[in-house]
């Protein structure tokens, strides 16, 4: 009964704290504010807006990752108000939380912005084959192709040619 009971509170807790880690960031009075991209490498860029500040635009506050102060002002036919700022070459890796209080009623949204030292849109994956002496004979043009398979088609008749004479008696 006892591990029945281990075990259900157990699950109970995992699954709450679960739900806490994947609970979208919205900020004190309920709106949010959208960081693009949401992980940047330092030096890097960093475009954020939020609908809940359409009427008057935004003061932003970026010092969490030491960017300082940024205006979000609001765009043209009822977009969102929106601003960038620059992360300094100089901050560390981390999450850090981007605040903006709206000019019209100070209502404050707030969103994540996650530092790294790699770039996920800069990647380069690796294409084409691996030089290593082994196996690929086949590749992408098909003249060589043609001409290898050639090569062997000769090399073959010409030595069944070669045993059948031979086992033939007529010697080389």
Avoid: N
């Amino acid at each position: 009964m006892r591990r029945t009971a281990r075990l259900l509170t157990g699950t109970a807790l995992a699954v709450g704290a679960i739900g806490l880690a994947v609970a979208p960031a919205y900020g004190a009075d309920g709106g949010e504010l959208e960081v693009f991209p949401s992980s940047v490498v330092p030096g890097g860029q960093v475009r954020v807006d939020t609908a809940a500040c359409r009427d008057g635009g935004a003061a932003g506050d970026a010092s969490a990752v030491g960017a300082g102060s940024f205006t979000l002002a609001p765009g043209s036919d009822e977009e969102d108000a929106a601003g960038k700022f620059t992360v300094p070459p100089s901050a560390q890796p981390g999450t850090y939380e981007i605040v903006a209080t709206c000019a019209e009623g100070g209502r404050r949204v707030a969103g994540d912005l996650v530092v790294t030292l790699t770039s996920t849109r800069d990647q380069v994956h690796p294409r084409g084959s691996v030089k290593t002496g082994v196996g690929g004979a086949f590749g992408r043009d098909p003249v060589q192709t043609a001409a290898g398979v050639t090569a062997l088609a000769v090399a073959a008749a010409g030595g069944t040619w070669l045993l059948h004479r031979r086992a033939r008696g007529d010697g080389i």
